[in-house]
């Protein structure tokens, strides 16, 4: 006898019910529930008999999103995302299916994607955040090197024409040059490109300190509340901006409560957990100090919430807002490692909560450099060395007008080249971080090979991660663009003299 190898049978049911997706079988004459299975029953529980539209998706009638009757006519598998009230996304496919007596039926499967459309859009979020952020500090990047030289001559132009009938008038181009300045300063820190004087500081002192200058800030009508965990830990930030944080998003509760209300200020220790990892992509896990800042006002509806961080997207009046405030927070609190969210709904008020990385250990606090007592340097050779042949003179100009003896280079190779050849001392080098070929970090490593006691001032306008991924943040100092010459000057004294 042949042993015929037989095929496994399996009960329809129990693969049906094996399914993680939701399965039903509905009559489409009726729209009513012929068959749940298992994962279904666990959702929607025994809803069997009932319309399908009334028990699964909360509705009177037959559901706006609903392909069945095109299913019905067409023959064709239909599908449809929906998104419920609940913010709940599901995807529901529609296709065909014959009963044992001949009858057509509709077998619906449903997919909950909510976590998948979740993870999607703050992807697609942190893309865009990251191609404004490259555009705006591109576009900061070239101002500040214009500024350089708009603002600088300004002052120089203003100091020999103190008491010119023109004075008046260039004094207006000087306040719009510092306009600009600060405007380009926000763009910078939105795309994380600013310089940080980071050090460990504890968060709650920080909050303190700046406790009466809020209360100034936002008037009578607005009362401040202040929960500071003393159990918060000390973290790494640059405090001048992490003060900018602060004002900003209180400024901001300001103005969703013209009718008065409370704002309050939390710290605490946050723990990143598994949850939040998965709903933000990119974020590390970790112990982190939360800062929050919640209002009791106007709250935002969900388009607000989504553009909120874009530079220049701002609500108020115009000439009220530039909506760079919430952008500059941004940039401040990514830059710092850290992460931000809102919570918020129209009426109900918003919470802005900023994690930044905790400090296990307390950091000594890394001093560039003490600043000497002043003393005039003259006859002493500086080599600047810039690839923007406005900013390099601009800068040749002042120090030549300091009694310096200036070099010049375009870039890191003629610099290079320059030093090697050039007979007498030169105990400073002023370098631009980004230029092509060499830049100034890679400039500065070559030159401390062959001349050891070289001070290195690096200006830009653009980066600090360069320095530090270059590994001469130690022995640099740096000048953030637009540079104004009364610094310049004063800075290259004191590097010099010490
Ligand atoms: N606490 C808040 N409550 C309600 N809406 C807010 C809150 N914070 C920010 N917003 C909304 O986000 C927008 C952008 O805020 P952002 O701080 O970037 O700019 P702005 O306040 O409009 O202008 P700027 O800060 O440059 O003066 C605001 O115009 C407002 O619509
Ligand atoms: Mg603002």
């Known amino acids: 006898m042949s042993m015929e190898k037989r095929r496994p049978q399996y009960d329809p049911k129990s693969l049906l019910n094996s399914q993680p997706v939701i399965i039903t079988v509905v009559d489409p004459a009726t729209y009513r529930v012929q068959f749940q299975n298992e994962t279904g029953l666990k959702k929607f529980g025994d809803i069997s008999d009932a319309p399908c539209y009334e028990k699964i998706a909360g509705c009177a009638a037959p559901c706006t999103f609903c392909r069945m009757p095109e299913t019905m006519q067409t023959g064709e598998i239909t599908c449809n995302e929906v998104l419920l009230p609940n913010n709940q996304c599901l995807l529901v496919q529609w296709s065909k299916a014959v009963t044992v007596d001949g009858r057509i039926h509709i077998v619906e499967t449903i997919t909950d994607i909510t976590e998948r459309k979740r993870t999607e859009k703050a ?29 600088g001559y300004s002052q120089l132009v203003a100091e020999e024409l103190a008491h010119h009938p023109c004075r008046k008038d260039l004094d207006m181009i000087r306040q719009a040059g510092s306009r600009a300045a600060a405007l380009t300063k926000k763009l910078l820190a939105f795309s994380r490109h600013q310089v940080l004087d980071q050090k460990p500081l504890e968060l709650n002192a920080l909050i303190r300190d700046m406790e009466e200058i809020l209360r100034c800030l936002i008037g009578e009508q607005i ?76 709250g935002m509806d969900a388009e607000t919430q989504a553009r909120l961080f874009e530079p220049c997207f701002s609500t108020k009046e115009v000439g009220k807002g530039t909506g760079l405030g919430l952008a500059t927070v941004y940039g401040i609190v990514k830059q710092s490692g850290g992460y931000i969210e809102v919570a918020s709904e129209v009426g109900r008020g918003s919470t802005f909560k900023v994690l930044l990385p905790r400090i296990e250990a307390k950091i000594q606090d890394a001093q560039t450099f003490t600043v000497p007592e002043r003393r005039a340097e003259h006859h002493k050779t500086v080599l600047v060395v810039e690839d923007e042949s406005g900013v390099r003179s601009f800068i040749a100009t002042i120090l030549r007008t300091q009694g310096y003896h200036v070099l010049e280079a375009s870039d890191g190779v003629e610099a290079l080249k320059l030093m090697q050849t050039h007979a007498g001392a030169c105990r400073l080098v002023i370098a631009d971080v980004i230029m092509p070929r060499m830049n100034g970090p890679a400039l500065a490593q070559h030159l401390a090979a062959f001349i050891p006691d070289l001070k290195v001032l690096l200006i830009s306008g653009y980066t600090g991660d360069t320095i530090s991924a270059n590994g001469v943040g130690e022995r640099c100092v740096f000048l953030p663009k637009p540079i104004m010459p009364r610094t310049l000057a004063d800075k290259v004294q004191e590097m010099l003299s010490n």
Request: net charge negative; glycine share 8%; aromatic share 2%.
């Open 123 to 151: 992807l697609q979020q942190a893309q865009k955040m990251e191609a404004i952020g490259r555009l705006a500090g591109g576009i900061a990047h070239d101002f500040n090197n214009l500024l350089t030289i708009i603002n």
């Open 223 to 298: 009362k401040i509340v202040t929960l500071l965990n003393p159990e918060a830990g000390e973290v790494l930030a640059d405090p001048v901006q992490l003060e900018q944080v602060i004002l900003n998003l209180v400024i901001n509760a300001r103005d969703a409560m013209p009718q008065g209300g409370v704002v309050t200020i939390e710290t605490s220790n946050v723990d990143l957990s598994d949850d939040y990892l998965h709903r933000h992509p990119g974020a590390k896990p970790g112990r982190y100090v939360a800062l929050s800042v919640r209002d009791t006002g106007c």
